[in-house]
């Protein structure tokens, strides 16, 4: 027997030893997956810390100390979390909201126009759509005034930081009975719904259209947007902004033909009566 097999023995013995002397015991048991995950949920979604986690487990059955809670909360940010007070804002003020923003548009000739809009967050309904190839305040102003002629209906009017929205922008919004918000610095969550807006624009119209002119733009935009807001089914709100009625089928004889809308680029389908 050599020397080094005795040490290696020895070796393999001492952590054979070590392992069996450090068996787990009882402890705590782990708590699962599932719960886990409604701890982070809570947390998130009320902004709830430890002690009213607790409470509220508590309701549900299961039982946790303070300790093992906090183990598994989120980690917080001295003020809070900015995006989770947004989210909070627009839940709560989407019927109130109205949101405006700009969006530019190459020519054929290479020459820049700006769109801008001003849309309803609670039906996505466009209130106002117009081009221009030298944006002012004074043109934003006019504009706002076409898209609230009488009474507002709407509390809120939500707008990036754009250089466009200047403080003359900003101090005329009150004056049509709304209160300006500003959304933070490259947030363009904060504004979604007219963000959106802009992606379903380019992908449904401007990219299969030249823009010739401003005179065109407006003439395509105009029709677009008749469709945006008459025909055009969002599964957001399941129905078009204005509201469009289900049609029933009249007869076996009916059959469904498309309707087209924006120079063939969409169609409305609807049922339609088949010559005898």
């Known amino acids: 027997m050599r020397p080094e097999t005795v040490i290696r ?13 450090s068996k787990p015991g009882p402890g705590r048991p782990p708590i699962a997956k599932e ?3 409604l701890i982070v949920r809570m947390a998130t979604e009320n902004g709830w810390r430890a002690r009213k986690i607790r409470a509220e487990l508590s309701k549900l059955g299961i039982r946790l100390g303070l300790t093992t809670i906090s183990r598994y909360l989120p980690k917080t940010c001295p003020d809070g979390d900015p995006y989770q007070r947004w989210i909070t804002f627009l839940r709560n003020h989407r019927d109130w909201i109205d949101g405006m923003d700009f969006f530019v548009v190459p020519t054929v000739h290479f ?6 809009f001003v849309l309803d967050h609670r039906r996505r309904r466009v209130l106002h759509c117009n081009v ?4 002012t305040a004074n043109w934003v102003i006019q504009r706002l005034r076409d898209a609230f002629p009488g009474a507002p209906t709407h509390r809120y009017l939500l707008f990036d930081n754009d250089s466009i929205f200047s403080p003359d922008v900003v101090d005329s919004i009150p004056r049509f009975g709304i209160h300006p918000k500003r959304t933070a610095l490259q947030s363009p969550w904060q ?7 802009v ?5 449904e119209l401007l990219d299969h259209v030249a823009a010739l002119g401003e005179l065109h733009l407006r003439s395509v935009l105009r029709e677009y947007v008749d469709y ?11 129905d078009a902004p204005e509201g469009r009625l289900v049609q029933t089928r009249s007869s076996t004889d009916a059959k469904v033909i498309g309707l087209p809308r924006v120079g063939g680029l969409h169609h409305r389908y609807v049922w339609a009566q088949t010559a005898a």
């Open 35 to 37: 719960t886990k995950a």
């Open 199 to 203: 992606g379903s624009v380019r992908r």
């Open 228 to 238: 945006y807001n008459r025909d055009r089914v969002h599964t957001s709100i399941g």
């Open 111 to 116: 020459r820049l126009l700006y769109v801008w």
């Open 132 to 135: 221009t190839a030298h944006p």
């Open 191 to 197: 504004n979604g719904t007219a963000e959106r807006f």
């Open 9 to 21: 023995w020895h070796r393999e013995s001492f952590r054979g030893y070590w392992r069996w002397i």
